[in-house]
């Protein structure tokens, strides 16, 4: 069956104080606007818009209507692909998205998009496909390409750039592959040959690597989710299972769905809080539960 909903916006429906809170779905198909049905990533900003990236145009929506922005070959203020990894929003209002040919940053005052065009010193092509952006606390700009993690700073308008030893996998990825900044200020960095962290006092990268011969390692090297709770406790999505990893004790505590010996974990694409896995199907099991 044809799907036509995948890109909801929830919004909080008014209830009386003693009864649970009770939530509205409203859709928003292909035929309400929106210029794609796969929905990559979605952000609300600082101003209310909820802006919706798809494998064809960036879109924002007031509440009522979608505006569609799109690649246009002949003309450089546009996006420099359709196709969008992430988006994100720094502290003056401005966007930083990413396309599958490129980073470009949103500039909200003047309504246009600059293309972000650098280099590393590793070669290849990696910052045609920027598979996560995220604004840091201090206002740098993150940008996942691994085996590189590239930096922003936006006061000199500058990369640095800080190559791991991940192995780098050259096929190009339809979906994002997230990057994190925790509480601490550590950084955690995503990729499909395993996971790693970054700390940006000492530059220095530590890594989480799948091994079977070893439950107390991240149940794939294929990371697709990241996200800390409120107790500092990150949650790591792959594509065969769900993972737990306590900072205090530098601990790997795997979840599988759906079987209870220990295999075919499936794929945890969002991580939204403890209690919610976001595109989990199944019944959560311990490892060995």
Same mark, same amino acid.
């Given at each position: 069956m044809r799907r036509v909903i995948l890109f909801c916006v929830t919004l909080l429906a008014a209830s009386h104080a003693v009864r649970p809170q009770q939530y509205l779905f409203v859709n928003y198909p292909i035929e309400k606007g929106l210029s794609q049905s796969v929905v990559n990533c979605?952000?609300?900003?600082? #101003?209310?818009?909820?802006?919706?990236?798809?494998? /064809?145009?960036?879109?924002?929506?007031?509440? &009522? !209507?979608?505006? =569609? &922005?799109?690649?246009? %070959?002949?003309?450089?203020t546009t996006l420099s692909n359709g196709w969008i990894y992430a988006i994100d929003e720094d502290k003056r209002g401005n966007l930083w998205i990413g396309t599958k040919n490129g980073l470009n940053q949103w500039l909200s005052k003047e309504k246009r998009f600059r293309r972000m065009k650098y280099a590393t010193t590793y070669g290849n092509n990696l %910052?045609? &496909? %920027?598979?996560?952006?995220?604004?840091?606390?201090?206002?740098?700009? *993150?940008? /996942?390409?691994?085996?590189?993690?590239? =930096?922003?700073?936006?006061?000199?308008?500058?990369?640095?750039?800080?190559?791991?030893?991940?192995?780098?996998? $050259?096929?190009?990825?339809? /979906?994002?592959? %997230?990057? *994190?900044?925790?509480?601490?200020?550590?950084?955690? =960095?995503?990729?499909?040959? $395993?996971?790693a962290t970054f700390n940006r006092k000492s530059n220095t990268f530590r890594y989480f690597m799948?091994?079977?011969?070893?439950?107390?390692?991240?149940? !794939? /090297?294929?990371?697709?989710?990241l996200y800390q709770d409120c107790d500092g406790?990150?949650?790591?999505?792959?594509?065969? $299972?769900?993972?737990?990893?306590?900072? #205090?004790?530098?601990?790997?505590?795997?979840? &599988? =769905?759906? #079987?209870?010996? $220990?295999g075919g974990g499936g794929a945890t694409r969002s991580v939204r809080s403890r209690a919610t896995f976001t595109g989990i199907s199944g019944s959560g099991r311990k490892a060995g539960g």
């Open positions: 979605v952000l609300q900003d600082s #101003r209310g818009y909820i802006w919706a990236g798809t494998q /064809n145009g960036l879109n924002r929506c007031d509440g &009522y !209507s979608f505006r =569609i &922005y799109s690649f246009n %070959p002949a003309d450089t %910052p045609d &496909y %920027p598979y996560d952006v995220k604004v840091a606390r201090d206002g740098s700009v *993150m940008v /996942n390409t691994p085996p590189v993690l590239s =930096i922003y700073h936006p006061e000199t308008d500058t990369f640095r750039h800080f190559i791991s030893t991940l192995p780098y996998d $050259g096929s190009v990825k339809d /979906n994002r592959i %997230p990057l *994190m900044e925790d509480h601490d200020g550590l950084i955690w =960095i995503g990729s499909t040959r $395993g996971l799948f091994s079977r011969e070893n439950p107390g390692t991240i149940s !794939s /090297n294929y990371i697709t989710a406790t990150i949650w790591v999505g792959t594509t065969d $299972g769900l993972n737990l990893i306590d900072k #205090r004790t530098n601990t790997v505590v795997r979840y &599988y =769905i759906g #079987r209870r010996d $220990g």
